[in-house]
């Protein structure tokens, strides 16, 4: 498609249930982010792909947080066990990462629309 | 991990009014990009700019890399500018980009 795109775009579970969250990258861009954004707050990274590796994990906030990522392609984040505590939107974007050379390239990020998790 | 703080963190202005925002970043950065979050949550692109200035319409920005700021620029405002405006850098080969908690701009007719 034109843009990054993510489903659902609004998720309402309960408390200790699991999520997968989908984020469709722009085509072509190898590199795809995830984060997540709090009511009134600003974006915290949980993880990058650059191809299908995830070279930083940090920002994932605990072992029920998963990602993975297919080709240069789609990702799911998944969140096992939901907590009160993960309400927030959760943000991908992606971007045209590295060449094959491993020189940092032009490397825009391009944001999809967001994925309205609320835990009840 | 890189500090990011922006300035001021709110901002009501006048539409017409032109305003200056502030972004500062506490290590060499790869890569600075400017977003404009609209009240449906949507993050839209305005400047990719590690150096130098670049204009947009009625928006610019410039970043002085070798002082670790950047400055958005919003002339003539207009009601639709209102939102919040992100910077956010990343300083390594990682491409891990740290967001400051932005500035929140309310553009009165």
């Known amino acids: 498609g034109a843009g990054v795109s993510q489903s659902p775009s609004n998720k309402v579970t309960e408390k200790g249930k699991d999520v997968e969250l989908r984020c469709d990258p722009i085509?072509?861009?190898?590199?795809l982010y995830w984060y997540r954004q709090r009511l009134g707050q600003g974006l915290e990274f949980l993880i990058y792909f650059q191809g299908n590796s995830a070279p930083d994990k940090s920002g994932l906030p605990s072992d029920r947080f998963s990602a993975e990522r297919t080709g240069e392609s789609v990702s799911t984040l998944t969140i096992q066990r939901t907590q009160q505590e993960d309400s927030a939107v959760y943000l991908c974007?992606?971007?045209?990462?590295?060449?094959?050379?491993?020189?940092?390239?032009?490397?825009?990020?391009?944001f999809g629309p967001g994925t309205r998790l609320t835990v009840l | 991990g890189i500090q990011v703080e922006q300035s001021p963190p709110d901002l009501i202005l006048q539409e017409g009014a032109n305003s200056t925002l502030r972004c500062n970043f506490s290590d060499s950065v790869n890569n600075l990009q400017w977003f404009h979050q609209n009240p449906w949550g949507q993050l839209i692109n305005l400047f990719y700019?590690?150096?130098g200035t670049k204009q947009n319409g009625r928006l610019s920005a410039t970043t002085v890399a070798t002082e670790r700021y950047s400055l958005l620029y919003i002339s003539s405002s207009q009601t639709t500018d209102s939102g919040v405006y992100f910077c956010a850098v990343d300083s390594s080969n990682f491409n891990k980009f740290y967001f400051g908690s932005g500035t929140k701009l309310n553009v009165k007719p």
């Open positions: 974007a992606s971007s045209l990462g590295y060449q094959a050379l491993r020189r940092p390239t032009y490397n825009e990020q391009f």
């Open positions: 700019i590690p150096s």
């Open positions: 085509s072509g861009h190898t590199a």
